[in-house]
């Protein structure tokens, strides 16, 4: 139990003071290594395919259980994202274009495997990234892409909704992006925003992190809908029993937003 309390401060510690793009450059053997003491066979992350007795905890001032993991530095929300891909989409059974904004270290040399160049990746600021990006301004041509993956992003970004148009606008005629978001309980009806709100613990107190710009409500759905894409948002989780979601270490109530476009 120290063990465990221990590392859960120190996974707190690190995620709130070091951007996580450091995080992911340097974080990775070190987590392997300990890995080592996680061993066990009640978890299994669906990403790299290791087994734990526990992922590790993750999380800024509370960290939760059961949350990442040590090999592939997954968390809940990518497992979830691999397993709905995997039961209700063609993503891994044929080459797409792809563009994989502020890319997961879990995610991009798998999906480089299966689409080859046709999976570009692209931030700001990221070093992971192959192309240096603004999301308001996507630097590709209309149509361009079959499926855009742009997962705990949004939070981030002065205006949420242009970011979405040009996602729609780079997605080709029936393409998908997966666009997942945090939600902070309580969760307000309408997605609360603003810009005045410059203090760093000011934002914290309002949005759930100093680096985020708004809480998003239960209107996230209307929102994407006011992009041009069609929202589908998807209780696939919900479709999973109580033990598959701990096994594979995810949240039932995480639901999947998808936009299509039409």
Not at 79 to 104: G, Y
Not at 177 to 195: L, N
Request: glycine residues 6%; hydrophobic residues 35%; proline residues 6%.
């Amino acid at each position: 139990m120290i063990y465990l309390h221990s590392m859960k401060k120190l996974i707190s510690l690190l995620i709130r003071y070091v951007p996580r793009k450091y995080l992911q450059l340097f974080s990775g053997i070190g987590l392997r290594v300990v890995g080592v003491f996680y061993a066990g066979n009640a978890v299994e992350c669906p990403i790299c395919g290791k087994h734990y007795r526990t992922f590790l905890p993750y999380g800024r001032i509370n960290p939760r259980p059961n949350a990442l993991c040590p090999s592939c530095l997954s968390l809940e929300r990518h497992r979830l994202i691999w397993l709905f891909m995997k039961e209700n989409t063609d993503f891994f059974s044929r080459k797409l274009q792809v563009l994989h904004v502020a890319p997961e270290h879990c995610f991009m040399k798998r999906f480089e495997n299966i689409h080859g160049d046709g999976y570009i990746t692209g931030d700001i600021e990221s070093p992971l990234a192959k192309v240096k990006m603004d999301i308001h301004h996507i630097p590709f041509e209309e149509n361009r892409f079959d499926v855009v993956l742009c997962n705990h992003v949004l939070e981030h970004v002065k205006d949420d909704i242009q970011a979405m148009r040009e996602i729609n606008r780079v997605l080709r005629p029936g393409g998908w992006a997966i666009m997942q978001v945090p939600f902070f309980s309580p969760v307000p009806e309408k997605t609360i925003e603003d810009p005045g709100l410059t203090d760093r613990r000011e934002r914290e107190a309002a949005f759930g992190q100093d680096d985020h710009v708004r809480k998003f409500g239960k209107d996230y759905a209307e929102r994407i809908g006011q992009s041009g894409l069609k929202p589908e948002p998807n209780a696939f989780a919900h479709t999973l029993t109580e033990e598959a979601c701990h096994h594979y270490g995810i949240s039932r109530n995480e639901i999947i937003y998808r936009g299509i476009k039409p």
